[in-house]
Nanobody
Framework: QVQLVESGGGLVQAGGSLRLSCAASGRTFSNYYMGWFRHAPGKEREFVASVTWSGGTTYYSDSVKGRFTISRDNAKNTMALQMNSLKPEDTAVYYC?????????????????WGQGTQVTVSS
């Protein structure tokens, strides 16, 4: 299995930027399709972005497209989420997730491994 640890969350004003990191340990990182999800109070866990095993293809939710950038470095066993032009509605706990099986990238249940989450708060 793989262990995931997020970092980089915090409090930022609207329009600001944050960079989240996800450090992986355990099994071979490049064997895992990676994603970011977020969970805001009163809402369901929501897909944010994902990146394929090699990092060659990325996907984004409509709500973050053009503002967030996902990336991975298989040599360093890390993944990042650069978040720009942050909005108050981006406030949530952000989780990195990994899967090594086929499935809908938008569906949290197909991801087998999760980090503990990092809080992002955007003030207006």
């Amino acid at each position: 299995q793989v262990q995931l640890v997020e970092s980089g969350g915090g409090l930022v004003q609207a329009g600001g930027s944050l960079r989240l990191s996800c450090a992986a340990s355990g099994r071979t990182f490049s064997n895992y399709y990676m994603g970011w999800f977020r969970h805001a109070p009163g809402k369901e866990r929501e897909f944010v972005a994902s990146v394929t095993w090699s990092g060659g293809t990325t996907y984004y939710s409509d709500s973050v497209k053009g503002r967030f950038t996902i990336s991975r470095d298989n040599a360093k066993n890390t993944m990042a989420l650069q978040m720009n032009s942050l909005k108050p509605e981006d406030t949530a706990v952000y989780y990195c997730a990994a899967r090594n099986r086929l499935g809908d990238r938008l569906d949290p249940s197909v991801y087998s491994y999760w980090g503990q989450g990092t809080q992002v708060t955007v003030s207006s």
